[in-house]
């Protein structure tokens, strides 16, 4: 499975952004896709996922009721709706996939998400 993301910028507080994540290469065994990001010094962390087969979504607490994900199985996309932006939303953002069984994690390159106060 390859992964490739889209979609990040510059923007100020308060502005939105959408990120496009695109699988290729064995997409049948995708069945959940989403986004995590790292800001500088910390840890990566979740941001939203997607199961791809039951559209069940979920959130970190920071983002709810500011990001939606949603998919378009047709394109193997995933996308990130981030709205009403904030300087602590600033990061790289990684599109991530996972197989559950067996239990394979896949990674995308990162897009950098730029928010300015």
């Known amino acids: 499975v390859q992964l490739q993301a889209s979609g990040g910028g510059l923007v100020q507080a308060g502005g939105s952004l959408r990120l496009s994540c695109v699988a290729s290469r064995n997409t049948i065994a995708i069945d959940r896709m989403g986004w995590y990001r790292q800001a500088p010094g910390n840890q990566r962390e979740l941001v939203a996922t997607?199961?791809?087969?039951?559209?069940?979504?979920d959130y970190a607490d920071s983002v709810k009721g500011r990001f939606t994900i949603s998919r378009e199985n047709a394109k193997n996309t995933v996308y990130l709706q981030m709205n009403s932006l904030k300087p602590e939303d600033t990061a790289v953002y990684y599109c991530?996939?996972?197989?559950?069984?067996?239990?394979?994690?896949?990674w995308g390159q990162g897009t950098q998400v730029t928010v300015s106060s």
């Open positions: 997607i199961t791809l087969r039951g559209g069940t979504t």
């Open positions: 991530n996939a996972n197989r559950f069984a067996p239990s394979i994690t896949y």
